[in-house]
């Protein structure tokens, strides 16, 4: 009898398919960049396991393997919604009302104080604050919010990072300040963000961003900014040595070839920003500037040179340090009547994230969206991070509760450690831009990063 190895395949198909698989593979361990028709492949392709296989691999790479001292990344966080209120009524969002509408809020500054006295008092790293487009609220509410957040953590003893506004809203406050002007965007975004700096900003979150492709943009979320005026926002933040996060929101409206024209756009302008913390890339054939990839073997992360032995207090940062895949949540939207992404193919869209943005250096499975048990199986196909405690959380709710205890999602430490554990990593409490801490209860310092061994 014939060993099944030369037994002849019945079916072409499957034999075709491990062939493109095999080509891609081949890239992915020389740490080469895919292209978009690679990644429409994996995309197409029903093998999902190589697939998550793959991307396992560079996470593996970047961060190391599970049961063999890799890492995943967690942090103890709080949110804090300034106000629902906004201009605009995207399709996709159930987060925003209009001014007098019943639910509308906008917090005053003793809430704000408030909030950091807890977060303090919960050991939190980091509060996170975004909110609407507030018609309005004057420019001097936003640099009051960052330096109340600031000097009343410093008050307590804490040096609680504040990342705040997305670049939709970064864009609105320039409007707002009156030093937006079409015919030179950069100058205003500049004025804004220094400021903002100024009064205790630490970074911008990935949000806002959505999908880069101005069909989806115009008929889901219409008079938001569009992905060069985005893209811009985190350029000058880079600039100004302000890391940055970025999110894609998918499962809506988009197709497929739209995730991957949106993580080319961003991978592109992550080029950009790391060529000036002087990695050197390379010319491919395709590429039109050179490919900086960190998933060659032994390159270094950019927060082991930004925050080097001697980098802790005067970071030259300015780079996205991580992808946030968002899949999108229909109820209560006004795209209520989509089905929504299932869990493969959140599974799938995180995975090829990790093998498309081969210049960002963290996939964070954020598990409010994602679901604990999912985010878990995540850190095994392609992510690093799991986020936070979080606590309230009012973008997206519990599905099924309209009171206020549908926005209270909060994990304790102890779940987000054993689900890194049982996945079969190292958890590594991290602050805001991928620091680890030193903690003694709810007291914390940050260190250097330590190299993971490749
Ligand atoms: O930009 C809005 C998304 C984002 C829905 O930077 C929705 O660390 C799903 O950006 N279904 C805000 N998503 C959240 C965000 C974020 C979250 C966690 C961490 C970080 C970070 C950033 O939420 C919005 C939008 O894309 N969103 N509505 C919805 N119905």
Redesign the pocket.
Known sequence: MPSLASQPSTHSAPQRRTDDLRTIRAKVERGERLSLSDGERLFATPDIWSVCELAALVRNRLHGAPHQNGVAHYNINRHLNYSNVCALSCK????YRKKDDDGAYTRDMDYVREEVRKAVESGATEM?S?GGLHPYLPWDYYTELVATIRDTARSLGSDLHV?AF?AVEIVHLAKIAKVYRADDRTAGIRWVLERLKQAGLGSL??????VFDDRVHDEAFKGKIRSDVWLDVHRVAHELGLNT?A?I?YGHIEQRRERLVHMDMLRRAQDEALARLGYTGVKSDDGDQPAITLTRPGTPLPEHIAFGPNGLDNPAAGYFQ?I?P?????DG?DLEHLPGPTGLENLRTLAIARLMLDNFPHV?A?WI?QTLPMAQLMLQNGADDI?GTVVWYD??KLASRADDAATHQEVSIASLVKAIRDAGFEPVERDTLYRPVIRDGTRWHVQSPVPTPS
């Open positions: 996709f969002c159930e987060f996170h975004v990342k997305t979150p990935g949000g806002g961003a959505e996060n999110t929101l991580t946030i968002l899949p999108f949540f229909p939207s964070k954020f969206m986020d973008i997206t």
